[in-house]
């Protein structure tokens, strides 16, 4: 009676696992097939998780103005639970912001807060709240974005990814 109890108490959570992990699965063969590679063999999967949250869960853009195309994937650290963006900048280097990584000019390492986020491609954007300049981008950006809440961008300024406040 006990083997029998033990066992159901344990199925649920094995079960869940291997959800998730075929979930993880899906998700990864969701992405362009040279991503999804790299993804794999770099053992980036072992630390992230890809994150669904968001719709879609990955972006495509020119992020570094190298015009290059590269991605940015929703991911979640599997250790913090912290939730950010992995930027693909070439096939083997990425960027991370957020998952327990702040930008260089805000102290912020978890993006759990941002429920949608599209490519940025104006060029010109207004002076956003509690910013002095307007900002001028030389590639494409990444609008985070708190529903009905705030926004912020996420753009290269030719050394590194910083973030732009843009409502509040």
């Known amino acids: 009676m006990t083997k029998i109890i033990l066992l159901l108490f344990l199925a649920p ?8 992990q075929y979930r993880q699965y899906v998700l990864s063969e969701s992405l362009p097939t040279d991503l999804s590679r790299t993804l794999r063999q770099s053992g980036f999967l072992k630390k992230y998780d890809l994150n669904e949250v968001v719709n879609p869960f990955y972006l ?11 991605y940015a994937i929703a991911v979640t ?6 939730r ?4 693909f900048t070439s096939q083997t280097d ?3 912001i957020g998952a327990g990584t702040s930008l260089p000019n805000r102290d912020m390492d978890d993006f759990r807060w941002m429920d949608a986020w599209y490519v940025y491609d104006n060029r010109q954007v207004g002076i956003g709240v509690g910013e002095t300049e307007e900002l001028i981008l030389t590639s ?3 609008m985070a974005v708190k529903t009905e809440s705030a926004s912020g961008i996420i753009y290269w300024n030719g050394k590194e990814f910083r973030w732009y406040q843009q409502g509040d």
């Open 140 to 142: 494409d950006a990444i």
């Open 94 to 96: 990425f960027v991370l």
């Open 13 to 20: 959570s094995f079960l869940l696992a291997q959800d998730d």
């Open 77 to 82: 650290d599997k250790q913090t639970d912290k």
């Open 84 to 87: 950010g963006i992995a930027i």
């Open 60 to 70: 495509r853009g020119d992020f570094n103005g190298d015009a290059k195309m590269d």
